[in-house]
């Protein structure tokens, strides 16, 4: 499960491929409760925005912030049950997290190794996320979070060597380009088709 991960930092990218300008940030490690660039758009006017958004999802009802450091992914299996995350899914609350790699522990030598995974092309990647909207209750501030979506990763050439052997393999899906207006304009039904390992680019080890 994708607990950190670096953002982008190419707004040339993000103009180019999206027509929009990335927010400027002091923070490119992203964990649990940090700030990261999201994708999202609104199925009113048809229109994309991005923004800064808090890693680890926070329903309308939860009872204070750090709930979101249990629920930075969410199982494309169960999205669509669980009562953190049923709202988003739902409701069609589909976004894109920008980022330029992320990390998962790798056993191979017999300890957990912290390892980086980016796009073999070297160009940022598009995460499938769901976002939700919180208030803060004190101060009344509206906060935007998000959650990535993981799939089961044993046939993945890269993802299922990671983890520990005894565990289920996992891996976020980083979409291809083509289907970045597929995820954010999707309903239910076709966002669950498009998370599969055959969506994602190919991927590395570095």
Request: some cysteine.
């Amino acid at each position: 499960m994708c607990v950190q991960y670096l953002t982008t930092a190419n707004a040339d990218w993000v103009k180019t491929t999206f027509d929009l300008e990335l927010p400027k940030t002091q923070v490119h490690d992203v964990f649990p409760t940090y700030p990261g660039p999201i994708i999202l758009r609104s199925h009113q006017t048809n229109r994309s925005a991005i923004g800064m958004a808090r890693f680890g999802l926070l329903p309308s009802w939860a009872k204070e912030e750090n709930f979101g450091r249990h629920t930075y992914n969410a199982r494309a299996e169960t999205v669509d049950e669980k009562p953190s995350y049923r709202a988003a899914w739902k409701n069609r609350h589909y976004a894109l997290a920008l980022a330029d790699q992320f990390y998962e522990p790798c056993y191979e030598t017999g300890k957990a190794v912290r390892t980086g995974i980016k796009q073999v092309n070297g160009e940022p990647m598009a995460i499938a996320s769901i976002w939700d909207t919180w208030t803060e209750p004190d101060t009344g501030e509206l906060i935007v979070s998000f959650s990535m979506l993981t799939i089961n990763a044993n046939d993945h050439p890269v993802m299922q060597r990671l983890h520990k052997p005894e565990e289920e393999k996992r891996t976020v899906v980083p979409l291809r380009p083509e289907l970045f207006n597929a995820w954010l304009d999707a309903t239910p039904e076709s966002a669950r088709q498009l998370l599969s390992i055959q969506s994602m680019p190919e991927l590395q080890i570095c």
